[in-house]
């Protein structure tokens, strides 16, 4: 959690200004980023049990790849295919949706 905090117990504010030592401001910086990070994981997780519909615990990469062709961003084939790459190192074509969701907010 506090992985934040610079060696030297520094930290940016929201103005940009540094400000030294763990204070009341950069704990609840450093709060509000873990809440905002959670509250993203529990989005995705949502999202992927959506995709889910036979809950198998997995998305097969056809589904997936349609996902993100016609949704959001909407990504090209390639778009798409190259990013799967990243997700699949099996190549077996299913994804598990936690390691994807960790993947993507490592990103």
Do not use: C
């Not at 509250?39 to 992927?48: G, H, S, V, W, Y």
């Not at 049990?49 to 097969?60: A, L, S, T």
């Not at 084939?77 to 994807?100: M, T």
């Amino acid at each position: 959690m506090y992985k934040h905090l610079k060696q030297d117990n520094s930290f940016a504010n929201e103005n940009g200004r540094q400000e030294y030592g763990i204070t009341l401001p950069n704990i609840y910086l450093i709060i509000s980023k873990k809440l905002r990070e959670e509250d993203m994981e529990e989005q995705l997780t949502e999202a992927f049990r959506i995709v889910d519909q036979k809950n198998q615990g997995f998305i097969e990469s056809e589904p997936f790849k349609e996902l993100l062709m016609t949704n959001g961003l909407r990504w090209s084939e390639d778009q798409a295919d190259e990013f799967l790459k990243d997700f699949d190192p099996k190549g077996d074509g299913k994804f598990n949706p936690p390691d994807v969701v960790k993947k993507l907010l490592k990103r």
